[in-house]
């Protein structure tokens, strides 16, 4: 059985009407998977029942745990309206309902959000290139890293462009590319790491390629 399956099942049985629901999200591939639990209240006594079965899934797979309560997912949609607005697209449902259903989350926030996650990363990129003597492999490590997240990010930027959500990959691609921009630098990144690319003249051309995109793609968002 899937080890968040098995865990989301755990997690029922032990706290019943207490878990109103729990929905996997993110790349199935990547670590860690990604478990977002709803509880009805948030107490010690159901905190402590919930850790011995995390405890014991950590054991065979990283995971990252959100614990939220019905009212502060709807509290929390203007600080993570990215994170929230993924996991209804991407989310899935492994016990009870799906919290997310309903959640209302504003264009404004994903604007702001979306221009404050790019530019960290613009900074993010400049500083260590600056301050860290990064040899080929670390560097794409760090490409890597970005990459789905970057990806992230400008699914919402097309989305805010258009006026629209859950647009195909192509309509998206469109959009993308009359701001000058694209998801192919992403899958070249994820070519190279899978083709352990270490030649440094490539790797600091293909580090730069991407870094300018992350400032165009800062850009483009800033002047919505």
Do not use: W
Not at 168 to 173: C, F, G, M, R, S
């Amino acid at each position: 059985m899937n080890p968040m399956k098995r865990l989301a099942d755990e997690l029922s049985n032990i706290l019943k009407d207490q878990l109103l629901g729990a929905i996997t999200y993110g790349d199935p591939n990547d670590s860690p998977l990604n478990l977002l639990i709803v509880l009805k209240v948030v107490t010690k006594e159901n905190l402590s029942r919930m850790k011995a079965p995390i405890q014991t899934a950590l054991k065979e797979k990283s995971i990252g745990i959100i614990t939220m309560t019905q009212k502060e997912l709807q509290q929390s949609a203007d600080v993570f309206p990215i994170k929230f607005r993924m996991i209804q697209k991407n989310g899935v449902v492994l016990v009870g309902e799906n919290s997310l259903v309903d959640l209302q989350i504003e264009d404004i926030h994903l604007r702001l959000r979306c221009e404050q996650e790019l530019r960290n990363l613009s900074l993010r990129l400049r500083q260590s290139f600056l301050l860290r003597n990064l040899g080929s492999t670390p560097k794409m490590n760090l490409l890597g890293s970005c990459a789905n997240k970057f990806e992230q990010n400008l699914i919402i930027l097309a989305e805010l462009k258009k006026g629209e959500s859950d647009l195909k990959l192509d309509e998206v691609e469109r959009i993308l590319k009359k701001m000058n921009l694209n998801l192919s630098t992403i899958q070249e990144i994820r070519n190279a790491i899978e083709n352990k690319l270490s030649d440094k003249k490539q790797v600091d051309d293909l580090y730069h390629k991407f870094r300018e995109m992350v400032d165009l793609a800062t850009n483009a968002v800033d002047q919505l």
